[in-house]
């Protein structure tokens, strides 16, 4: 079983609470693809690092995480960045520099799934490569994974993000949003009657809602998944860990689409998928769990 994820690579700076700054690897799909691989799934990661230090640092990154990932691209002439400040609470906060413009991404008839998402999807030239290349895979039927992770700091127009929700949420058989995206993209519509909504349409659907645990949905099937109780450090890489746990679980059963699963199938998902989010919060930086962390 191999999976392709696609989007930004970048070092998050971040500002801590007591005055302190450090360097972390991370951006939303380089997350989920480290989290994937962590997990035991044969994962490939396209993105863009520059041959800087942020970029060895992300490449490094990879490898230890036993993600496959293309060398530093000649045309970047710095690898992206994220300076997120972390309140008392510890919710971060970010500030991006950011460069997305591959000329071009891997086949994804030679992958069993793809994974797409955040500001890999939004940010041109790249997003319109990237979108073709989820056509491609819808229509040959390889399963595709869609996380919006709207960060307003970037574009702080609602309508764009939902113009990129549009674009792509219907050639995606896993759905996976924050009750944050949930605001943004739908604010009339409660979390469960979205997650209802968008599991009739065909897609297995998560919406995570932080301390508040998850509501994971398929057909007209819906699990209410409560977080376990965890001292939180910060929140960084959370969703993310919920996404590659819940890939990684989607995997072991064959990407769930025409057949329905039932309600205690969705627990057992948002069960391993919130457990991995919890043991993320609960250390510094997005350092995702690894497969025997979830007793797997």
């Keep these: 079983m191999s999976v392709l994820v696609v989007g930004e690579a970048l070092a998050d700076i971040v500002q ?3 005055g302190t700054t450090t360097t972390h690897a991370g951006g939303s799909p380089y997350n989920v693809a480290r989290g994937l691989a962590r997990l035991g799934v044969d994962t490939h990661l396209a993105c863009q690092l520059a041959d800087d230090e942020h970029g060895r640092l992300l490449a490094d990154g990879l490898t230890d995480s036993h993600v496959e990932y293309s060398g530093p691209d000649a045309s970047m002439h710095r690898t992206s960045t994220a300076v997120a400040t972390v309140g008392p609470d510890g919710a971060a906060s970010y500030e991006f520099d950011l460069n ?8 994804p008839s030679t992958f069993d799934a793809i994974h797409v998402g955040s500001l890999g999807t939004l940010i041109e030239p790249g997003a319109a490569h990237v979108a073709e290349l ?9 399963p595709v994974s869609f996380d919006p992770n709207i960060r307003l700091s970037v574009v702080s127009d609602p309508e764009i993000w939902r113009g990129v929700f549009a674009r792509f949420a219907p050639h995606a058989r896993i759905v996976k949003m924050s009750d944050e995206d949930a605001a943004v993209l739908f604010p009339d519509v409660a979390p469960p009657d979205l997650a209802r909504r968008l599991a009739c349409e065909g897609a297995l659907v ?9 509501l ?6 819906l699990a209410v998944i409560e977080a376990p109780a965890v001292e939180v450090v910060d929140t ?3 969703g993310d ?12 059963y064959d990407w769930p689409s025409a057949a329905e699963l039932d309600v205690t199938e969705l627990f057992d998902l948002g069960t391993y998928a919130v457990r991995a989010a919890a043991i993320t919060v609960s250390r ?3 350092d995702l769990p690894w497969l025997e962390e979830l007793g797997g």
């Design 100 to 107: 997305w413009a591959p000329t071009s991404l891997p086949d």
């Design 241 to 252: 860990a919920f996404m590659a746990a819940m890939l990684a679980w989607s995997a072991a």
């Design 236 to 238: 960084i890489g959370a």
């Design 216 to 221: 994971v949905a398929h057909h007209d099937e």
């Design 206 to 214: 998560a919406i995570t809602q932080g301390a508040g645990g998850a």
């Design 284 to 286: 510094t930086g997005a």
């Design 16 to 18: 801590n609470a007591d």
């Design 134 to 142: 989820v056509v491609t895979a819808d229509v040959f039927g390889i």
